[in-house]
């Protein structure tokens, strides 16, 4: 390796990237050696892993074969009055020390992106994805990062060369071994559905409302015994959803990417999430939080499903802070040093237990439950979240004949459907950027579900027995569109309309 | 709230049929409910939805028929038989077992909102002053009363030890007619309402009309979906498979009688009766 001889001292500058939720901006690194006491700081409100960088920094340049300078050495993070966060940082300020001391002849001119181990190897970091796609938008195309993370980084569109160590980044950007760029990683291939819609016997009704909340992204809670397939009708529903378009796979994969979630190997998410938290969940692992801010399971299943099951089990207070996410398709955590905004739009699926002991209504036990303790246990779920519930569907016990019988369809078929009515939704709200009929402003609303004249009557008499309230009527229409979707009919019939008060329980 | 000793004209004079009538009652709401034709439902707090449909409709043929229907306010069969009074246009009288502030202050759920309709039409009754609250021995006195107020008790649903049980005792002691609902084979929550036609102390009400004498009795049940409910409420799968019915033709006529509120969806997704 030749190196060059000591230039006359000058300030370096290596461009990196700093992330805020998914929000990323471009850092400049500027380095600067100057004469005097032996120092080295890091200024530009780092964090404490960034300020720790200083060691990692000194002990890497050290064991790869290059001289820490004896000298004062300042790194500043620019632009400097916003916080930054994380290991990510190592890679830039070591290229910055060496092309300031000149140990390094050329600017690197490509992002950095990487933490280094003290014998100089580069590790991956989080975010790679999110902060890529920043700086692509910013007009920087290359990328050198870690190993582990090239494959990300090309996934988000990027010429990325990932280095295993400090010295051959500097051989890659000094020209001597040139390092060729990742290839983009191949799709992950969408894995078989767990749950074949086929294998679960009988519950014609939770079946179709499954199939309703699939193409509408309407929220579904069941409800029935311990035991009738509740948990197993839910993990039926990934095989329904549509596959994720461009957009949202990128967008759901940075926040995989940012909770450090990403396959190396596959960046790229293939099939829709499907979280299921289990009900001692923190509201912090629920939405998210902590400082500085990461993505919570809400965010996780952005652009696909959100399982809860036993939902009265999870605290209230937990339920509670989910209203604003499921409002607004997107959770904001502001904290004193950070705010970050993570997308949230999901389709919600519950379980529980129809009581306390969890047999109303079971042939098979019988309920020893007071009214009153009944009444508690369905008051525990807040009216706010009950409110964003759209189909309410009962999944009983099933007597012996029942269970002997398959299902009807095959989850392939089913999702044909869903597949069909996503595309008559998107024609329709082509270009809002909005997808499904859950997301149908009021306005589209009064444009879109036109009622045919049973429909009309049935809609009149609701209204007037003053069973529905006009939010409800709302609703309910929303839901109305998508079973009429999903019966490829453009107007709301009578029996669409049905099924959606039925399933509301018209309340 | 009024305080009506035993030498005040307008304490109740069933009351003195009791070996030991309370010595004083308080009444909050109408005291001239406490004279009128009454008949008492009383059961169990574990209710099946078979009972809550008896109960309410024993109380809505009451309130058809002009008579009052006296119970105790407890959860299950008392509060589907004040409702059920209540709905009819009927009038109801509570009689809790402990002092009537204590009661309202305390009461939650779906019998709060019953306290202000059972005052209005009829009466919040309590032979206990203020401030003591409810126990066992409360409970046995107060069913005593019940029994004295009412012309005739009715047994909708008791288990093997049940508080309604004493109600029917207190009444055959004093001569006031006993009836009870049977219910299924193997029902426990019918478990002494059975026991008691078992052991001929109380007659077995298979009809409004036996209780109330003459008129025909009323039958609402010709919508099918209504028929097929009867036993309590139903899931729509379960209520296809009872009706061998295509299932989007039900579940239109389902909505409908959803809207017209001729049924109504229990929290849990099934449906009930109205």
């Not at chain 1, 181990?117 to 902060?131: N, S």
């Not at chain 1, 303790?373 to 004949?401: C, F, K, N, Q, T």
Request: net charge positive; with cysteine.
């Amino acid at each position: 390796m030749t190196i060059a001889p000591p230039a006359a001292t000058s300030v370096a500058r290596v461009t990196s990237s700093a992330l805020w939720g998914l929000e990323a901006a471009l850092v400049t690194v500027e380095v600067d050696v100057a004469n005097g006491l032996p120092a080295f700081s890091v200024v530009g409100l780092p964090d404490a892993a960034v300020s720790e960088a200083r060691e990692r920094v000194r002990a890497a340049v050290r064991n790869s074969g290059f001289e820490f300078p004896l000298r004062r050495v300042v790194a500043n993070l620019a632009p400097a009055e916003r916080r930054k966060e994380g290991s990510g940082f190592d890679l830039a300020i070591a290229l910055g020390v060496l092309r300031a001391t000149g140990q390094l002849a050329r600017d690197p001119g490509t992002l950095c992106l990487g933490e280094l181990a003290l014998d100089g190897a580069v590790r991956p970091v989080r975010g790679v994805m999110p902060r890529v796609r920043g700086a692509i938008g910013a007009g920087v195309t290359d990328v050198l990062c870690s190993e582990e993370n090239a494959a990300e980084a090309a996934a988000a569109g990027a010429r990325a060369v990932g280095v295993a160590t400090l010295r051959d980044a500097v051989a890659h950007i000094a020209g001597v071994t040139r390092l060729a760029p990742t290839p983009v990683p191949p799709p992950a291939i969408p894995a078989r559905p767990a749950v074949d819609l086929a294998d679960i016997a009988g519950h014609e009704t939770p079946k179709r409302a499954l199939e309703i909340a699939a193409a509408g992204a309407h929220s579904l809670l069941l409800i029935g015994p311990p035991g009738t397939g509740k948990t197993l009708l839910a993990r039926a529903l990934p095989g329904l959803l549509p596959p994720l378009d461009a957009d949202e796979a990128v967008v759901a994969s940075a926040v995989h990417s940012v909770a450090g979630l990403v396959d190396p190997a596959r960046p790229l998410l293939a099939a829709r999430p499907f979280r299921a938290p289990h009900h001692t969940a923190s509201h912090l692992a629920l939405v998210g939080g902590g400082s500085p801010p990461r993505p919570g399971e809400v965010s996780l299943a952005h652009a696909g499903a959100l399982f809860l099951d036993e939902l009265p089990e999870f605290s209230r207070h937990v339920l509670d802070t989910l209203r604003e996410p499921l409002e607004e398709g997107s959770i904001t955590l502001s904290r004193a040093a950070a705010a970050a905004t993570y997308p949230a739009r999901v389709t919600l699926v519950a379980a529980m237990n129809p009581c306390p002991c969890g047999h109303a209504g079971d042939a098979a036990a019988p309920c020893t439950c007071l009214p009153d303790a009944v009444e508690r246990y369905h008051a525990r779920l807040s009216g706010p979240l009950m409110d964003r519930i759209d189909l309410r569907v009962h999944v009983p016990r099933l007597a012996y004949e029942e269970l002997r019988e398959r299902g009807r369809e095959r989850t392939r078929d089913v999702r044909e459907r869903v597949l069909a009515a996503r595309e008559r939704m998107r024609s329709r709200l082509g270009g809002t950027g909005r997808r499904t009929n859950a997301e149908l402003t009021v306005a589209e609303v009064r444009t879109h579900c036109g009622l045919d004249d049973d429909a009309d009557a049935l809609a009149r008499e609701a209204m007037r027995s003053r069973r529905l309230s006009a939010r409800g009527v709302h609703r309910v229409l929303r839901v109305a569109r998508t079973v009429a979707d999903l019966a490829a009919s453009e107007r709301i019939r009578g029996g669409d309309l049905a099924l959606a008060l039925l399933l509301r329980g018209a309340a | 709230m009024i305080a009506l000793g035993r030498g005040d004209p307008r304490y109740p004079a069933r009351l003195r049929d009791l070996a030991h009538p309370p010595d004083e009652i308080w009444v909050d709401g109408d005291p001239t409910t406490l004279e009128a034709p009454a008949i008492a439902i009383v059961g169990t707090r574990r209710m099946t939805g078979y009972g809550e449909r008896v109960a309410r409709e024993v109380a809505l043929a009451c309130a058809a028929g002009g008579a009052v229907v006296v119970s105790g306010f407890a959860q299950g069969i008392d509060s589907a038989a004040h409702r059920g009074a209540l709905d009819g246009g009927g009038r109801t009288i509570a009689v809790v077992g402990e002092s009537i502030p204590l009661f309202v202050a305390t009461v939650r759920g779906r019998r709060r909102p019953l306290v202000p309709r059972i005052r209005e039409h009829g009466a919040l009754v309590s032979q206990f002053a203020a401030p003591l609250a409810a126990q066992r021995w409360t409970f046995a006195k107060r069913n005593a009363t019940i029994a004295a107020l009412a012309g005739a008790v009715v047994v909708v649903e008791a288990g093997e030890v049940s508080g309604a049980l004493i109600t029917a005792e207190e009444a055959r002691a004093i001569g006031r007619p006993v009836y009870a609902v049977p219910g299924p084979w193997g029902s426990s929550a019918s478990a002494g309402a059975n026991r008691l036609i078992a052991t001929g102390r109380a007659r077995a009400l298979t009809s409004v009309r036996e209780l109330l004498g003459g008129g025909p009795a009323a039958s609402r049940a010709t919508e099918p979906v209504l028929d097929a409910l009867r036993d309590g409420p139903l899931g729509i799968d379960e209520l296809a498979r009872r009706m061998r019915a295509d299932r989007s033709t039900l579940a239109s006529r389902v909505a409908l009688l959803l809207v017209r509120g001729e049924l109504a969806a229990l929290p849990d997704g099934r449906l009930r009766r109205t």
